[in-house]
């Protein structure tokens, strides 16, 4: 059985009970801002840019990546460039290109 005998004045009880109107009305705006519809689309969108920046981000990261290793295919450590390597890639890109111009050459003829 419970102690129905309190010791507090009327005064500390009724100060009690407007301080838990209080708190409970806070927590109702609290709620009420939380299921706002413009919250919700709100933190949707905030949501979904915060992923989008993620995923742009791994995916400069990567493409950085690529690029560096690359180069370090093409440029030494000095950064003078490997003679070995770009002559034929450049032979190949020269001759790729003119290739396609032929190609296009005989397609107008």
């Known amino acids: 059985m419970a102690d129905t005998s ?4 009327p005064a500390q009880i009724e100060a009690d ?3 838990r ?3 409970l009305a806070e927590t109702l705006d609290e709620i009420g801002v939380r299921v706002h519809p413009k919250t919700i ?5 905030a949501k979904v840019v ?6 742009l981000g791994r995916a400069y990261v990567g493409v950085n990546r690529a690029v560096s290793n690359t180069k370090a295919q ?15 890639v450049a032979l190949v890109a020269v001759g790729l290109v003119g290739l396609l111009a032929l190609g296009a050459r005989r397609r107008k003829a």
Request: proline share 6%; hydrophobic share 30%; aromatic share 2%.
């Open 6 to 9: 309190d010791t507090r004045t």
């Open 17 to 19: 009970i407007k301080r």
């Open 21 to 23: 109107r209080e708190n």
């Open 41 to 45: 689309v709100g933190d949707a969108k």
């Open 50 to 55: 915060s992923n989008i920046d993620h995923t």
């Open 74 to 88: 093409f440029v030494d450590g000095d950064g003078a460039p490997r003679l070995e390597r770009v002559i034929p």
